[in-house]
């Protein structure tokens, strides 16, 4: 399809919220994903202008057959964008020159009347560009599949200056140009300035790499699953969480992968096999219908239950629509189901420990969800204590939420995001998952020792671990 029509696609994709623009974008098999992202998310970024302009202008009336998200996205592309491209943009220019004369009198009326000069200065505050919040880029190494060291060492002999592990987020927040460290707090995981784009780089399409936001690393990190267990991640696709799972279980044990959606599951069948992970079965189905009876769970003493949400914590969902809040309507769905999904995770009769996460900004969807369960277990399960030293903590809505992590681009230089750890009361299990972070945090030497003596064999690295 050509660049016009598939962005119009991926507009109305975001609409009927089949996903967000980037995933969308890397679902809709267009080769040059870069000029489609921009197309889209500036065409999003007017979208108040361009509704205004075109339906003042009267194109829709005058062309019965243009759809509106492709009449969008031309206009865009008329008015405010590069001009027309490629084999297909003659067509449309020939379209939309028999209105162009009317469509400039609109936008030109518009500033008039906003009392503006310039095109930028028509967008609302929040989607003004440098207005989005800017995070570093995170790159989780897949230890499935080589080292931190041997990265490390790959970026330094490509120009990239190696600043050893931060001290601090401050260190995170100064980095720039072709400078990275290592993240002060998550092992595995490097930091590069937020406009290193890595999604073409040999070591990511090799799978030794993940391109992962750091709050969607402590889900896992924070269930530390031992090797040999099995682990239930219930809402699972595409499988970035999973694919992390399976790095704390060194591939040996099991982990139970459900979803309901077909498609996403089939990027993250490509996704983990990418990846390195032999540990996973992945099963399309309502985790909701899992019966905690069933003797193959009987051994699942972790649950990874990062359910659909409203989004609003996702930088994307930031850039995309920064005005739009979820309706009242929306959180009570998705918080029932939320609820639902936890209650029926505190059902399966081995189970230890659970993390429940959301890239959510709304206490519906957060610290309602977690008291409601932890009420409705009626004591068999409370929260962890977690991470003292993370900034940003759960809204103090009832005793213990501030075991819960919160974290924002502005308090921990990360996407939106929500934590909760649950664990069984009986279970004097605090004390060991204390003991399992700790060796996580531990002192970079233990780490490094770890590393090479835990990363997978030679044969598995595009770079040795030496
Ligand atoms: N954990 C994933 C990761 O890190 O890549 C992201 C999960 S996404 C937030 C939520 C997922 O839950 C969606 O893929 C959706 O299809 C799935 N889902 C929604 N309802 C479900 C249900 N009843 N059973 C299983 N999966 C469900």
């Keep these: 399809m050509a660049l016009y029509a598939t962005a119009a696609s991926v507009l109305a994709g975001v609409e009927e919220r089949r996903g967000s623009v980037r995933s969308l974008v890397y679902s809709s098999g267009f080769q040059n994903v870069k000029p489609l992202y921009a197309l889209v998310c500036e065409t999003r970024r007017f979208d108040t202008v361009l509704d205004a302009v075109i339906t003042r202008a009267g194109l829709l009336r005058a062309e019965k057959k243009l759809r509106p998200h492709l009449a969008k996205v031309l206009v865009y592309e008329l008015l405010l964008g590069k001009g027309f491209q490629g084999s297909g943009g003659g067509r449309w220019k020939a379209l939309l020159d028999r209105h162009q004369a009317r469509l400039k009198a609109e936008l030109a009326r518009l500033k008039v009347q906003r009392g503006v000069s310039c095109n930028e200065d028509l967008l609302e505050a929040g989607a003004k560009p440098g207005s989005a919040p800017q995070v570093p880029r995170y790159v989780r190494v897949n230890t499935l599949k080589t080292c931190s060291d041997d990265v490390v060492d790959y970026f330094k002999r490509k120009g990239f200056f190696y600043q050893g592990r931060a001290s601090s987020l401050e260190d995170l927040r100064t980095l720039e140009g072709k400078h990275f460290l290592l993240d002060p707090l998550l092992p ?14 040999p070591l990511y399409l090799a799978g030794h790499l993940l391109l992962q936001d750091k709050a969607s690393c402590l889900p896992a ?16 696709a595409p499988g970035n969480k999973t694919s992390h799972l399976a790095a704390f279980l060194k591939n040996q044990g099991k982990i139970f992968a459900f979803d309901l959606d077909a498609k996403r599951l089939a990027s993250m069948a490509t996704l983990l096999a990418r990846a390195g992970v032999s540990c996973c079965e992945l099963a399309e189905g309502d985790f909701l219908a899992v019966s905690p009876s069933d003797p193959r769970y009987a051994q699942v003493q972790y649950i990874l239950l990062d359910p659909s949400c409203s989004g609003s ?3 994307s969902r930031q850039l995309e629509e920064p005005a739009k809040a979820p309706s009242q309507e929306r959180l009570r769905t ?54 003292p030293s993370w900034p940003h903590r759960g809204l103090k809505t009832f005793p213990g939420a501030e075991h819960c992590l919160r974290a924002s681009p502005e308090a921990t230089l990360t ?10 009361a009986e279970v004097s299990s605090l004390a060991s998952h204390a003991e399992a972070l700790a ?25 040795p671990c030496s």
């Design 313 to 315: 914590g996702m930088l």
């Design 221 to 236: 990190m924070l269930l530390a699953p031992p090797p040999g267990s099995h682990v239930i991640d219930a809402c699972a």
């Design 439 to 463: 060796q996580l945090i531990s002192s970079p030497a233990t780490r490094r020792k770890k590393r090479r003596k835990t990363a997978a064999g030679p044969g598995q690295h595009l770079l």
């Design 188 to 201: 595995e995981l490097l930091v590069f300035p937020a406009q290193t784009d890595l999604h073409e780089h």
């Design 334 to 387: 998705l918080a029932g189901f939320q609820l639902r999904a936890l209650c029926h995770a505190l059902t399966f009769p081995a189970l230890k420990r659970l993390v429940y996460s959301t890239c959510s900004l709304c206490q519906e969807e957060n610290e309602d969800v977690v008291q409601r369960a932890l009420e409705e277990s009626s004591g068999a399960f409370r929260l962890a204590p977690t991470l």
């Design 415 to 424: 996407g939106g995001f929500f934590v909760a750890v649950i664990e069984r």
